[in-house]
C-alpha cells in the first residue's frame, strides 16, 4: 500500500485524546490516489467478482461495465482515511462498504468504518469539507457531525455491539476478530475510535477546538483526532479526478 505520511502540521495530546494534523502537496496526492481508488472501487472485490462471472460465462461476455461509475468527495475522503489510518496507524478494515450497497446512488448508516487495530476493535467516522470556517461545521452538527457520532460510539455499548455483530458475518480474517471480539469482552472500553477530518485549507489546530470541548473519551490513549490537508482551493477536487482516473472511470 502506497501513502505517504504527509508533513506533520501539529500534534497534541488534550483529555487523553490524541490529536494530529498532516498536510499534502500535489505531488504526494498524486502518489496516493491508486491505493485510495483501489479501497473506493473495492478493486479486490471486483475482481473475485468479474472473475466469478468470467467463469460462467461461456459467451465471452464483457463485464466490465459491472462496476461503480462514479464516486462522491465524501466517499473518496473515506477512502483516503482508511488509506491512511491502515498505512499510518496500523489499522485493517476488511470489508469494504461498497459490498453493502443496494444502491450505487445511497449512502450507508452506521460508522464509517469497523475493524481492527493492534488487536482491538475499530470504529471510524469521516468527515469531508471544503468549508473555509474553522472549526467547520461538519465537526459540530447535531445528530451526524464528527461530534456527535464519536460520543455515541465511545459510550453506547449497544450501538458498538451492532457493529461487532456486524463485522463478525462480515470478516474474512477468523483469527484476528477472535483476538479482538476477546478484549472486547474481557474489558468493553477496550477498543479504538478513530475521527478523520478531510480538508483543503490551511493546517490549524482549531479545526478541533468543538471536540476538544464535547468529546468525552471513553479510555486514555484510545481516541485519536486526525487532521488531513489536501492543498488549499483545489486539493479535494484534485484527490477526487485522481481516483476516478486510477480507478477506470470516467
Same mark, same amino acid.
Given at each position: 500500500m502506497t501513502l505517504p505520511v504527509g508533513k506533520n502540521e501539529y500534534q497534541e495530546i488534550h483529555n487523553g485524546i490524541a490529536i494530529q494534523g498532516f498536510s499534502?502537496?500535489?505531488?504526494?496526492?498524486?502518489?496516493?490516489?491508486?491505493?485510495?481508488?483501489?479501497?473506493?472501487?473495492?478493486?479486490?472485490?471486483?475482481?473475485?467478482?468479474?472473475?466469478?462471472?468470467?467463469?460462467?460465462?461461456?459467451?465471452?461476455?464483457?463485464?466490465?461495465?459491472l462496476v461503480l461509475s462514479d464516486i462522491k468527495d465524501w466517499q473518496v475522503g473515506e477512502g483516503f482515511a482508511e488509506a491512511y489510518l491502515g498505512r499510518h496507524f496500523s489499522c485493517c478494515f476488511p470489508w469494504s462498504n461498497?459490498?453493502?450497497?443496494?444502491?450505487?446512488?445511497?449512502? %450507508?448508516? #452506521?460508522?464509517? *468504518?469497523?475493524?481492527?487495530?493492534?488487536? &482491538?476493535?475499530?470504529?471510524?467516522? !469521516?468527515?469531508?469539507?471544503?468549508?473555509?470556517?474553522?472549526?467547520?461545521?461538519?465537526?459540530?452538527?447535531k445528530g451526524d457531525g464528527l461530534n456527535a457520532q464519536l460520543n455515541k460510539l465511545c459510550a453506547d455499548a449497544n450501538a458498538r455491539w451492532v457493529l461487532i455483530q456486524y463485522l463478525f458475518h462480515r470478516q474474512t480474517a477468523d483469527a484476528e476478530y477472535q483476538a479482538a471480539c476477546k478484549s472486547y469482552l474481557q474489558n468493553n472500553k477496550s477498543f479504538y475510535i478513530f475521527g478523520v477530518l478531510?480538508?483543503?485549507?490551511?493546517?490549524?489546530?482549531?479545526?478541533?477546538?468543538?471536540?476538544?470541548?464535547?468529546?468525552?473519551?471513553?479510555?486514555?490513549?484510545?481516541?485519536? %483526532?486526525? #487532521?488531513?490537508? *489536501?492543498?488549499?482551493?483545489?486539493?479535494? &477536487?484534485?484527490?477526487?479526478?485522481? !481516483?476516478?482516473?486510477?480507478?477506470?472511470?470516467?
Open positions: 499534502y502537496t500535489e505531488t504526494e496526492i498524486k502518489q496516493s490516489v491508486e491505493t485510495v481508488a483501489d479501497i473506493c472501487f473495492d478493486a479486490s472485490g471486483q475482481k473475485d467478482f468479474n472473475d466469478y462471472i468470467a467463469s460462467l460465462s461461456e459467451t465471452g461476455f464483457n463485464n466490465n461495465n461498497n459490498r453493502d450497497l443496494k444502491n450505487p446512488n445511497s449512502s %450507508l448508516t #452506521g460508522a464509517d *468504518l469497523v475493524g481492527y487495530c493492534n488487536g &482491538q476493535f475499530a470504529f471510524g467516522e !469521516v468527515k469531508t469539507s471544503k468549508e473555509q470556517k474553522t472549526p467547520p461545521q461538519v465537526t459540530s452538527k478531510i480538508r483543503n485549507t490551511m493546517p490549524v489546530l482549531g479545526d478541533w477546538n468543538y471536540l476538544k470541548k464535547h468529546l468525552e473519551p471513553h479510555a486514555p490513549d484510545s481516541v485519536f %483526532l486526525v #487532521g488531513l490537508y *489536501l492543498p488549499v482551493g483545489s486539493g479535494i &477536487q484534485t484527490l477526487h479526478q485522481g !481516483v476516478l482516473s486510477a480507478g477506470g472511470a470516467s
